[in-house]
């Protein structure tokens, strides 16, 4: 199976209780290809301007099964830029500035080399970009969508129709209550479900996960971090999805086993991105590394 | 081992969106006892007043394993009495009125059968009187005590040499927070470890549970429950107790990997309170139901 993510690749400037970061690498597709590629090869489609600074390209270069042939440059175009700063114990953060760019143009193209792609993540953006983006990938046969309160809030019928079409959604805990007008995570998934996704993951920060599937509902707690190891929570839920669609595409199947399976591995791949600013975490990070935490995640959380 | 639970039995009025009860069986000792009783024997130590409803004896009365021998009944006196109500989907309450009645009077005295009592819960009163409650515990051997923010606001050093005397705490996560200054559940609970006990149990509703141990950390999710089987989340934190420390009981021990077995059986046992209001689902749950909702429960939390 070969797994594809579409999404941003961006210029982050990110203030935490720990520390300050001007123009570091960010953006969804870069967390979650990053996160993805410690469990299965992936491949990158994204944009950027003719601004991207070398040294970002050369840390996502020096992710082994991180292909970046679907990276677009636009010389004349600037590199979608993010700012953001984080509150009371990371649990709140407030955007700074948001430079589309890029983004703001038309999307990226799907390289031929890419078109057998048949796992595709298609990160945070609009969702009419979203359902085009399926246009390109007519081998696509597990797609997960995720999603943001602004689409739920401007552009509902869009993103509804978006949902008619794909496998499976991934969204925050308050976007699932904004989409459903339901607080609860599991009544909440089950009415997504209605919207034609065979399963939804709802992902609750320091709180865990939910999945709400046909065949089940799976829970999670997060991983169990000390607030000295929380650096900057940013990528945290890309990371988090990278991870989970990395196992799935490793697994080559996509049953509900192995759907719990990945939440795990979603947890603990995740919990590494917050340790560090940026991508630093990722960019050091092993499978050795991965595979302890997951033992210790095992051992955390054991059902009587 | 023989488990004590010491704290409130009182009368409940209560309004959420499924319903209104009003003067129905409640108090944290009510339904710790009612909640332990599937899993060991448990004496209850409490005081209630000349108007505690006969029917209310009766419930009680009818959970085996649970030894009505401590319960005092001081004519005079009238019983605590609670009205609440739910707001949000279940998430806030706010209290309506609170009328101490006995509660205001001495504390109820351990009758010499109990007094070989070596597994204690003080549930949730004033620091000082949980304190003085051990006096009369001279074979106890673990102590685990629950408290609340009026007491951390009001009560800090008697609190404070509460926790000195202790085996385990158990609280609201935004009583952790209260308590340390932190808003990280780990780190909130390696703090209070500092002031004396061997571990500390975070509650976070429906966002599970976290255990700090001078040996380890554990964390599990709420169980999965659908908004339409929430009904009353009155008594879920002292049920939980009721299971977390009746398991203790049973298992004879109390080591890192049993209280955290403990956890699952608390939180499958409180699983069960919130689908009625008051007493009324414990009072006709079998232990052969809570057997099978642990195995729901293992299947719903599987790590990878």
Partial sequence: MSLLVTGT???????????????????????????????????????????????????????ANLSMEGLEVRPAGTTFAWGGRYLDDMNRRETLFTELGVLAEDPPTVPAAYRDSDIIFLANTHPTEQAAMLGQLPARRLVVADTMDLWIRTTRPELEALLARVDGLMLNDSEARQLTDMGNAISAGRKILQLGPSFVVVKKGEHGCILVHRDGVAALPAYPAEAEHVVDPTGAGDSFAGGFMGHIASAGQADFRTIQAALAWGTVTASFTIEAFSLDRLARLTRREIDERMKAFQAAVRVG
Avoid: Q
């Fill in 9 to 63: 690749v961006g210029i982050d400037t990110v203030h935490t209780p720990a520390g300050s970061v001007e123009r570091v690498p960010g953006g969804s597709c870069a967390y979650f290809a990053a996160a993805a590629s410690f469990h299965a090869p992936v491949r990158l489609v994204a944009a950027v301007g003719g601004d991207w600074p070398g040294e970002h390209r050369r840390l996502l270069e020096g992710f």
